[in-house]
């Protein structure tokens, strides 16, 4: 808490005001301001190393470990989605109702998964200051959700998804913001992408999860010459090792497949805290 002495001055700023007093009583005002206004301490010298460990290992993480990246992966995305499409943007609005979604207006080429049976849906999308510019004109693949789901959930491999519905309409969202668009320049850029959402979809919305088919077909993702189908695949890697409850992280810090970043990871951070030992 701290204390701060005011001494109150008053100007005369017009002739007509008579002087100000100059008695005894004039005092200084003890002001004591709340602790929360306190400047907050200087970190220790413990602290910055490990603040300073902590920023080397998310720099070598996926995407660096960017909070806006967690929960928007393609495997995030597939367990949310209701229908995805291969289509183009006819129209962006903002919404009437509120400056920060969008309506985008998108014209349905191809069904991936799920079932959209018109020609033009209309889908709404939060939007964020940080989000890229979207442009009608725009084709790519569109991740759709019916559910309004809390994206930092899917990560875990336990997450709950439902069955796949044969039709899919009514309110629509992107629910992935600008990361559920995926915007395809070429038929091998499409089909590489469209290679990764069948996988992705075998993998976690089929009758069972099994966790050794779907780390196998991570490793193969992290091979991937296209950046998001790689560092999303890494992503998912990471969120899947960290969630997973039999997991043999041995087996991750022996497997070549794995890269260094997620490695460290694992050796300095997540086995250490498993095992009840201090992280540095």
């Not at 009437?96 to 998108?106: L, M, P, Y």
Request: glycine share 6%; hydrophobic share 35%; proline share 4%.
């Amino acid at each position: 808490m701290k204390k701060v002495l005011l001494t109150v001055v008053l100007l005369s700023y017009s002739p007509s005001l008579p002087a100000q007093s100059t008695s005894a009583d004039d005092q200084d005002v003890m002001v004591v301001m709340p602790s929360e206004l306190d400047s907050p301490p200087s970190p220790t010298v413990e602290q910055r190393k490990h603040n300073a460990f902590m920023r080397k290992i998310r720099a070598n993480l996926p995407y660096k470990d960017d909070l806006s990246k967690i929960g928007t992966s393609l495997g995030c995305l597939c367990k949310i989605s209701d229908a995805i499409i291969v289509g183009k943007i006819a129209q962006i609005e903002v919404s009437d109702s509120d400056k920060f979604t969008r309506n985008v207006t998108i014209i349905v080429e191809t069904n991936v998964s799920g079932r959209v049976y018109e020609s033009t849906i209309l889908a709404k999308v939060a939007w964020d200051l940080g989000f890229r510019q979207l442009n009608g004109g725009e084709r790519g693949i569109f991740f759709l959700s019916e559910r309004v789901v809390y994206l930092f959930d899917t990560r875990e491999w336990s997450f709950d998804t439902v069955p796949v519905p044969d039709n899919v309409h009514g309110n629509l969202h992107l629910l992935g913001g600008d990361r559920s668009i995926i915007v395809v320049s070429s038929a091998e850029e499409e089909k590489a992408y469209l290679d990764a959402v069948f996988g992705y979809m075998r993998c976690l919305r089929g009758k069972t999860k099994d966790f050794e088919k779907y780390y196998q077909f991570l490793c193969g993702q992290m091979k991937s010459s296209y950046f998001r189908i790689k560092e999303d695949a890494r992503r998912d890697m990471l969120d899947l090792i960290k969630s997973y409850p039999n997991i043999d992280l041995d087996r991750v810090l022996k497997d070549d497949n794995i890269d260094n970043g997620i490695k460290d990871y694992v050796r300095l951070i997540l086995k250490p805290w498993k095992e009840n030992k201090k992280v540095p």
